[in-house]
Antibody, heavy 117, light 110 residues
Framework: EVQLVESGGGLVQPGGSLRLSCAAS????????MTWVRQAPGKGLEWVSV???????YYADSVGGRFTIARDNSKNTLYLQMNSLRAEDTAIYFC???????????WGQGTTVTVSS | QSVLTQPPSVSAAPGQKVTVSCSGS????????VSWYQQFPGTAPKLLIYDNNKRPSGIPDRFSGSKSGTSATLDITGLQTGDEADYYC???????????FGGGTKLTVL
């Protein structure tokens, strides 16, 4: 079964760091475009970042320089390293297969990040 | 402020048809494929339409999409109460080098 399962969310203080994981099954992360999308409480979807090929990554301006997308091919897992977290980063974070010029056809269930003191 | 513009809400009676619009520009909708996503409260988004007008396996043909110039449209016919959800359009913006979404449209089936 094709599936994505996120983990790593939680409560963190402003300025802190968190690493989200997205474990894939039923397909190979390394040969697919992979995307992070977030949704703040009561708000719409916001694109965060996409990775494809080894060094091709893009970031939303709101997270550029603070977030890093990466993948571990041996673990078939996608990551989002989040540093210098702000209150406005509070959201549910979804990982998805696809992105860039491809549709996002498989989504994880999401993991919640709360940035608060 | 979303790059793509959608109406905040639409409504119609069961059995009727509703149209959700999505307006963009030449750097996004005008030159890239549009996808539509359906999201029920508390759940992950689900791909509904891709490449402007294609349906993934399992999506009923009551859902259809189209694109003209810098705008896209999602049509839902034979409305059912189970269609009540938020609908988002999305694409890539070649100038921003970002993925972009509309602000979302809440569908109410009266």
């Amino acid at each position: 079964e094709v599936q994505l399962v996120e983990s790593g969310g939680g409560l963190v203080q402003p300025g802190g760091s968190l690493r989200l994981s997205c474990a894939a099954s039923g397909f190979t992360v390394s040969t697919n475009y992979m995307t992070w999308v977030r949704q703040a409480p009561g708000k719409g979807l916001e694109w965060v970042s996409v990775i494809y090929r080894v060094s091709s990554t893009y970031y939303a301006d709101s997270v550029g320089g603070r977030f890093t997308i990466a993948r571990d091919n041996s673990k078939n897992t996608l990551y989002l390293q989040m540093n210098s977290l702000r209150a406005e980063d509070t959201a549910i974070y979804f990982c998805a297969r696809g992105g860039h010029l491809l549709p996002m056809d498989v989504w994880g269930q999401g993991t919640t990040v709360t940035v608060s003191s | 402020q979303s790059v793509l513009t959608q109406p905040p809400s639409v409504s119609a009676a069961p059995g009727q048809k509703v149209t959700v619009s999505c307006s963009g520009s030449s750097s996004n909708i005008g030159n890239n494929y549009v996808s539509w996503y359906q999201q029920f409260p508390g759940t992950a988004p689900k791909l509904l339409i891709y490449d402007n007008n294609k349906r993934p396996s399992g999506i009923p043909d009551r859902f259809s999409g189209s694109k003209s110039g810098t705008s896209a449209t999602l049509d839902i016919t034979g409305l059912q109460t189970g269609d009540e959800a938020d609908y988002y359009c999305g694409t890539w913006d070649s100038d921003l080098s970002d993925g972009v979404f509309g602000g979302g449209t809440k569908l109410t089936v009266l």
